[in-house]
């Protein structure tokens, strides 16, 4: 949406359509289908997306039609209503296609590759904790993953650290694949963002039980919090990418 937003002000018609509202009703996910069990459900995979429809979707807006693009309810597993009415304004417009999966050719296979654009956005840390240790990226997303399943999926600290091991192997078979092909990468990590971060997580990350098999990476990444000293969130612009984890964003649409 805010990449929708500068494009506009250089002048050009940018619409953001988000693919993560793509995904299959619970009914109708494959690995729901074997056990009827939602834990089973991969959400990081393309197999739990609905690929059809999206590029039925995409091709439908190209050629100038209007469509009902799904609202997916994440605490339900279903989609919420008939849908939204979304149309691209007439003219030369650009579609901005957002979401995990927005890489995959899957998606745009069909669409001449004159006309797509990638980009990779992702939060690269550089911070030094001192000569020989750096803050990972990858808990750097996990925080970041933490504060968003808690205030808009209602998921637990050892819920989202059971599940982080499940999301890093979909990482490696669905998206970084992709990243070579992408046009242009932009780090979306701010120097700021883990003391923003801390005051959220540091309860959920306490809160997991030392008889919980999470326990040692939840006490682990307390104690790399603890070289930061939190920061109020009410420093964060609204417009901030930030506020897609923290909430209370410009553009929040969970």
């Not at 001449?112 to 956005?121: L, S, T």
């Given at each position: 949406?805010?990449?929708?937003?500068?494009?506009?002000?250089?002048?050009?018609?940018?619409?953001?359509?988000?693919?993560?509202?793509?995904?299959?009703?619970l009914d109708e996910q494959p690995k729901?289908?074997?056990?009827?069990?939602?834990?089973?459900?991969?959400?990081?995979?393309?197999?739990?997306?609905?690929?059809?429809?999206?590029?039925?979707?995409?091709?439908?807006?190209?050629?100038?039609?209007?469509?009902?693009?799904?609202?997916?309810?994440?605490?339900?597993?279903?989609?919420?209503?008939?849908?939204?009415?979304?149309?691209?304004?007439?003219?030369?417009?650009?579609?901005?296609?957002?979401?995990?999966?927005?890489?995959n050719p899957e998606y745009t296979n069909?669409?001449?590759?004159?006309?797509?654009?990638?980009?990779?956005?992702?939060?690269?840390?550089?911070?030094?904790?001192?000569?020989?240790?750096?803050?990972?990226?990858?808990?750097?997303?996990?925080?970041?993953?933490?504060?968003?399943?808690?205030?808009?999926?209602?998921?637990?600290?050892?819920?989202?650290?059971?599940?982080?091991?499940?999301?890093?192997?979909?990482?490696?078979?669905?998206?970084?694949?992709?990243?070579?092909?992408?046009?242009?990468?932009?780090?979306?990590?701010?120097?700021?963002?883990?003391?923003?971060?801390?005051?959220?997580?540091?309860?959920?990350?306490?809160?997991?039980?030392?008889?919980?098999?999470?326990?040692?990476?939840?006490?682990?990444?307390?104690?790399?919090?603890?070289?930061?000293?939190?920061?109020?969130?009410?420093?964060?612009?609204?417009?901030?990418?930030?506020?897609?984890?923290?909430?209370?964003?410009?553009?929040?649409?969970?």
């Amino acid at each position: 949406t805010k990449l929708s937003m500068y494009l506009a002000n250089a002048g050009y018609h940018a619409v953001p359509l988000s693919v993560d509202h793509y995904y299959l009703p619970l009914d109708e996910q494959p690995k729901f289908k074997v056990r009827g069990e939602r834990a089973d459900v991969d959400y990081d995979s393309i197999e739990a997306m609905d690929v059809p429809l999206v590029n039925e979707h995409i091709n439908a807006l190209l050629r100038g039609e209007e469509v009902l693009t799904p609202v997916y309810n994440m605490k339900t597993g279903y989609r919420d209503g008939p849908g939204k009415r979304f149309s691209l304004p007439e003219g030369q417009s650009i579609l901005v296609l957002e979401g995990i999966h927005a890489l995959n050719p899957e998606y745009t296979n069909s669409v001449p590759k004159g006309r797509v654009f990638k980009i990779y956005i992702s939060p690269l840390s550089a911070l030094q904790l001192d000569e020989t240790n750096a803050i990972r990226t990858t808990d750097h997303r996990l925080l970041r993953r933490m504060c968003r399943d808690f205030l808009f999926r209602g998921h637990s600290a050892a819920r989202t650290l059971s599940m982080w091991p499940n999301v890093r192997r979909g990482e490696h078979t669905w998206i970084f694949p992709h990243q070579d092909q992408v046009d242009f990468v932009m780090n979306s990590g701010m120097e700021y963002e883990l003391r923003v971060l801390k005051p959220f997580v540091e309860p959920l990350l306490t809160a997991v039980e030392p008889h919980q098999p999470e326990f040692h990476k939840a006490q682990e990444l307390l104690s790399m919090l603890t070289q930061f000293s939190a920061a109020t969130p009410s420093l964060v612009p609204t417009t901030s990418l930030l506020r897609e984890f923290i909430g209370d964003g410009a553009f929040d649409c969970h």
